[in-house]
Each structure stands twice: as C-alpha cells, then as structure tokens.
C-alpha cells in the first residue's frame, strides 16, 4: 500500500471551473502536508502548505486538511491555462521522511 | 540569484560507468536532499543530510552515496550505473525548521 495516494487522471476542467485534487495518506502520525506544482520538465515548486485541520487559502488556492480522516485536498478556483500541470502532494512526518504521492495531472481547457 | 544548482542537466551513461550529480545550493540551508522521480512512482528520497558532515539513508540508498564536506554542496554518486538508475534526479534543500523543501532544477540521466 503506497503512502501517500493520489488520483492519477488526468483531470481535466474548463478555464474558470473548480478543479478538486486529493489526497490520502497513511502515516497517522504526519504532522505537515504540502502541495507542489510540477510543470512538465520543471522542478517541483511548493504552492500551498497546511498543519492544522481546516482550510488554508492562499489568492485562487485553498488547502483542506482532515486528519482524522487521513485526507489533504487541493481546490483551485477559477482555473486558467496556465494551471494545467502535475500537482504533487507531499507528507512529513519528520523533516527526514517527506512521502510524496505520484502526482495529479491537471488539465485547464480555455 | 539565491538558489539550488544541479549539474549536469541531462547525461547518458554507460551501464557500470561511475558518475556524480552535482548539487549546490547558497541559501545556507542546512538540510539536503536527493530524490528520484520515476513515471508513476514519484519522488523517492535517496539519501538526506541534516547538517554539514552528516548524512542519511532514505526510501531507496542502494546503489547511491552522498557526502557533505560543507553547507553548500551535496554531491551523488553512483558508483557503477545500471540502468534501472534511470531516472530524474532532484536534488532539495530546506532551512531552519526544515519541513518546506525547495527544489533544483533536475539532472535527467540515461543509462544504457
């Protein structure tokens, strides 16, 4: 069973939609969650960070967080183009150990 | 520019040859990471350092090795490729606290 799990897709949405990415992982005792943006060719860039339960919103992004149910989503608001990417969600459960899932390909049709 | 530098950018190689992957950063970090990134399988962490002249094994070490003489550099060896070493290799590095990670740019290597 893999760590961290992620729907591979592609998902794909029309420019202005809600894309919906998830998350599940299995370490109960992860104490930080990110997601990452993967262009094709490009490095990973951090976009969103979460340590609490709840949402954390950053402009057209909006990280949930459910410990209890083991489970991290990504909502994108309002998706453009230049959204269409590789998102990856990654879990720490020490600085040591960051789990990342295989990743969500997204893409944002005009 | 403060930020991580991977060389080379791309390398083809010949099964049993020795190689490094070169990863230098200048944002005094003092965490290090090597990953590997495999279609379907994602990122993999290969070794890790916490410090300078400390470092770790990660998911999948076999194979690799890794020093850290100083802050700013973590070099990756693999001694004799084969070619399931195939793969991108991303080197990362965080600061104090450690958990955010920031990425170099990659060195996709082929080995034939």
């Known amino acids: 069973q893999k760590e961290v799990e992620q729907n591979s897709g592609p998902l794909s949405v029309p420019e202005g939609a809600i894309a919906s990415l998830n998350c599940t992982y299995s370490?109960?005792?992860?104490?930080?969650f990110f997601w990452y943006r993967q262009y094709s060719g490009k490095s990973p860039e951090l976009i969103m960070s979460?340590?609490?339960?709840g949402d954390k919103e950053d402009g057209r992004f909006t990280a949930q967080l459910n410990k209890a149910s083991q489970y991290v989503s990504l909502l994108i608001r309002d998706s453009q183009p230049s959204d269409s990417a590789t998102y990856l969600c990654?879990?720490?459960?020490?600085?040591?150990?960051?789990?990342f899932g295989a990743g969500t390909r997204l893409t944002v049709k005009p | 520019i403060a930020g991580i530098t991977q060389a080379p950018t791309s390398q083809i190689l010949a099964a049993g040859r020795r190689m490094t992957l070169r990863c230098t950063q200048d944002m005094r970090h003092n965490a290090m990471y090597w990953y590997r990134q495999d279609l379907g399988l994602g990122l993999r962490l290969i070794h890790y350092s916490n410090t300078a002249g400390t470092t770790g094994k990660g998911e999948v070490p076999d194979g690799y090795s890794v020093s850290r003489a100083n802050t700013d550099d973590f070099p990756l060896t693999l001694a004799s490729a084969v070619p399931s070493q195939t793969s991108v290799y991303f080197c990362a590095s965080a600061g104090q606290g450690g958990d955010t990670q920031y990425f170099g740019p990659g060195t996709r290597l082929t080995v034939l």
């Open positions: 370490d109960r005792g992860s104490q930080s």
């Open positions: 979460i340590y609490s339960n």
């Open positions: 990654a879990v720490n459960s020490n600085n040591n150990d960051m789990r």
